[in-house]
């Protein structure tokens, strides 16, 4: 079985930056086809913010994201990463990282295209 372990959260003023990381325990026999970084904050829904196409290293970002966060993977690591900068207070929860083998029809925004997750790293962000 798979596991994901999410590292690098913590606190951050408005501004700052900080760097997550998710390595993989599968090895050389995992190759996710999706990976992505996702959000929770109390009372609202896992937010999708970055998608990773592994193989191809295609990236999408939600609007949230966009120009502030960069997704990465290091595959000589089995490590994903999620950049973060200009940090906002609103930018405050638990983060995970999230993977998938497969194509699925569903969309790479959904939690539920995907398998793999893990236990999440707590970002806050406040002066």
């Known amino acids: 079985q798979v596991q994901l372990v999410e590292s690098g959260g913590g606190t951050q003023p408005p501004g700052g930056s900080l760097l997550l990381s998710c390595v993989d325990s599968?090895?050389?026999?995992?190759?996710?086809?999706?990976m992505a970084w996702f959000r929770q904050t109390p009372g609202k829904e896992r937010e999708g913010l970055a998608v990773?196409?592994?193989?191809?290293?295609?990236?999408y970002y939600a609007d949230s994201a966009l120009r502030r966060f960069t997704i990465s993977r290091d595959n000589s690591k089995n490590t994903l990463y999620l950049g973060m900068n200009s940090l906002k207070p609103e930018d405050t929860g638990i983060y995970y990282c999230?993977?998938?083998?497969?194509?699925?029809?569903?969309?790479?925004?959904?939690?539920?295209?995907?398998?793999?997750w893990g236990q999440g790293t707590q970002v806050t962000v406040s002066s």
């Open positions: 599968g090895g050389d026999d995992f190759s996710p086809y999706y």
């Open positions: 990773l196409l592994a193989r191809g290293a295609a990236t």
């Open positions: 999230a993977a998938q083998t497969q194509p699925t029809p569903v969309s790479m925004w959904s939690t539920r295209a995907y398998d793999y």
